[in-house]
């Protein structure tokens, strides 16, 4: 499938397809907080540290992995072009880890509590994920 381009805007058809089973999970995931007896501001907080933090380390683990090609063909830029692709699921979770241990400070809760609650919103998004990649 091809992006769509939409003036400066390019929507790609993955992202589009994701965007139900993400607002899916977030609802569920603040569910799971909130049925845990979590503070309310920690779904949003943590809604918030965990889009950016999982994009930008899975996309960081990628290159990591790549950092052979980088170097040979000194295109250190790659880091920056997230439209030509690469992200890598260990970084991503790492980086809702990470989330949840900044929320847990923030909102002085333990983080383990936090990813607890969000583990079945996130499992769901993984399995949406290769079923999308799969069409």
């Known amino acids: 499938m091809e992006p769509i381009k939409l003036g400066f805007l390019t929507i790609y058809p993955f992202g589009l397809l994701m965007l139900p089973p993400v607002l899916?999970?977030?609802?569920?995931?603040?569910?799971?907080?909130?049925?845990?007896?979590?503070?309310?501001?920690?779904?949003?907080?943590?809604?918030?540290?965990?889009?950016?933090?999982?994009?930008?380390?899975?996309?960081?683990?990628?290159?990591?992995?790549?950092?052979?090609?980088?170097?040979?063909?000194?295109?250190?830029?790659?880091?920056?072009?997230?439209?030509?692709?690469?992200?890598?699921?260990?970084?991503a979770l790492g980086g809702g880890l990470l989330a949840a241990w900044l929320t847990g400070k923030i909102t002085g809760q333990p983080g383990g509590r936090i990813a607890d609650s969000a583990v079945v919103a996130a499992c769901l998004l993984i399995a949406s994920g290769r079923l999308i990649c799969g069409l």
């Open 24 to 91: 899916i999970a977030l609802a569920l995931m603040a569910a799971h907080m909130r049925r845990a007896g979590l503070k309310k501001e920690t779904a949003g907080w943590f809604a918030l540290l965990a889009v950016p933090l999982c994009f930008a380390l899975a996309r960081l683990g990628f290159c990591a992995f790549v950092i052979d090609q980088m170097i040979g063909n000194d295109d250190f830029g790659m880091i920056f072009r997230v439209g030509e692709g690469g992200f890598l699921l260990w970084g």
